[in-house]
């Protein structure tokens, strides 16, 4: 990582005279929440210095955005960002033009070469591994069976083409019986969070072939490397597809806010990605 990354800098606003006060504090939660001042309008900051304000606003700024950027590239330096379009109304959350219409995730695309030298990718919250699915050929689009739609309708631990559906279980909702998901992201890691408040689990499609560092039912930690960026499933150039599940299996979220939405308001991100577009 280079650069600036994720330091959530901008504290030259801040008074750096020896005495700390509420004020200061909430400046920092500013600066650190953009200067969305509504979310800390139940501070008290005229009294004295409280260990439980503290707490408070180290609660608020940590809440929801617990994200860490999770692939090794800085987007407009040496990576570009095709956003999803969850609510299907052909704008990505800034009122661009996403990926496509309905696209389920943010896609980070590098190059080929990128691609055979090697980028990482990072777990971007602390989690447990739900599904890896790994194997399939890596250099999609082309002829290779991989790289095709499945010729029929999959059922439960089926794969075909570079579709592969997970065995039925519990996993419905946050987690009731039965159900099966399917993703045609060829080889992917979907890891389940907790404690996070909006972020059920994440996924991440399209790597490089048995390059998955992870196994099932791993714990794994923020930042930790579980494999490299490829270009399986059904993908037209080597990119990460990074998906948010807000309140339960399969149910999108949108790391980013935004006027065109669906998140308006908190973005999930611990840090705001730099954004050189
Ligand atoms: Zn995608």
Same mark, same amino acid.
């Given at each position: 990582?280079?650069?600036?990354?994720?330091?959530?800098?901008?504290?030259?606003?801040?008074?750096?005279?020896?005495?700390?006060?509420?004020?200061?504090? !909430?400046?920092?939660?500013?600066?650190?929440?953009?200067?969305?001042?509504?979310?800390?309008?139940?501070?008290?900051?005229?009294?004295?210095?409280?260990?439980?304000?503290?707490?408070?606003?180290?609660?608020?700024?940590?809440?929801? #955005?617990?994200?860490?950027?999770?692939?090794?590239?800085?987007?407009?330096?040496?990576?570009?960002?095709?956003?999803?379009?969850?609510?299907?109304?052909?704008?990505?959350?800034?009122?661009?033009?996403?990926?496509?219409?309905?696209?389920?995730?943010?896609?980070?695309?590098?190059?080929?070469?990128?691609? $055979?030298?090697?980028?990482?990718?990072?777990?971007?919250?602390?989690?447990? !591994?739900?599904?890896?699915?790994?194997?399939?050929?890596? #250099?999609?689009? $082309?002829?290779?069976?991989?790289?095709?739609?499945?010729?029929?309708?999959?059922?439960?631990?089926?794969?075909?083409?570079?579709?592969?559906?997970?065995?039925?279980?519990?996993?419905?909702?946050?987690?009731?019986?039965?159900?099966?998901?399917?993703?045609?992201?060829?080889?992917? !890691?979907?890891?389940?969070?907790?404690?996070?408040?909006?972020?059920?689990?994440? #996924?991440? $499609?399209?790597?490089?072939?048995?390059?998955?560092?992870?196994?099932?039912?791993?714990?794994?930690?923020?930042?930790?490397?579980?494999?490299?960026?490829?270009?399986?499933?059904?993908?037209?150039?080597?990119?990460?597809?990074?998906? !948010?599940?807000?309140?339960?299996?399969?149910?999108?979220?949108?790391?980013?806010?935004?006027?065109?939405?669906?998140?308006?308001?908190?973005?999930?991100?611990?840090?705001?990605?730099?954004?050189?577009?």
């Amino acid at each position: 990582m280079s650069g600036g990354w994720g330091q959530c800098d901008n504290l030259g606003d801040l008074n750096y005279d020896e005495n700390i006060n509420i004020l200061d504090i !909430v400046i920092i939660a500013n600066i650190v929440l953009e200067g969305n001042y509504n979310e800390i309008a139940d501070i008290d900051t005229s009294g004295t210095l409280d260990i439980l304000d503290i707490v408070a606003l180290i609660n608020l700024i940590l809440g929801d #955005r617990l994200l860490t950027w999770p692939i090794d590239c800085i987007p407009g330096i040496d990576c570009e960002i095709g956003h999803a379009d969850i609510d299907e109304d052909g704008l990505s959350f800034n009122c661009d033009s996403p990926g496509y219409t309905g696209h389920q995730g943010t896609d980070i695309g590098i190059t080929w070469e990128q691609m $055979d030298s090697g980028v990482d990718v990072f777990a971007a919250e602390d989690g447990i !591994v739900l599904w890896v699915f790994d194997g399939k050929y890596d #250099r999609c689009p $082309d002829p290779h069976p991989d790289c095709n739609s499945p010729t029929s309708e999959l059922g439960p631990g089926e794969s075909d083409g570079y579709t592969i559906c997970t065995e039925l279980g519990p996993y419905c909702g946050a987690g009731d019986c039965c159900c099966f998901w399917c993703f045609a992201g060829g080889n992917i !890691v979907i890891i389940e969070h907790f404690n996070t408040g909006n972020i059920f689990a994440t #996924r991440y $499609d399209h790597f490089k072939k048995n390059s998955i560092l992870v196994n099932q039912f791993d714990f794994v930690t923020k930042g930790q490397k579980i494999g490299e960026v490829g270009s399986s499933g059904n993908s037209t150039g080597p990119h990460l597809h990074f998906e !948010v599940w807000g309140s339960g299996y399969y149910e999108l979220a949108e790391p980013w806010a935004g006027p065109c939405g669906p998140n308006f308001d908190n973005y999930l991100w611990e840090c705001y990605p730099p954004w050189n577009e």
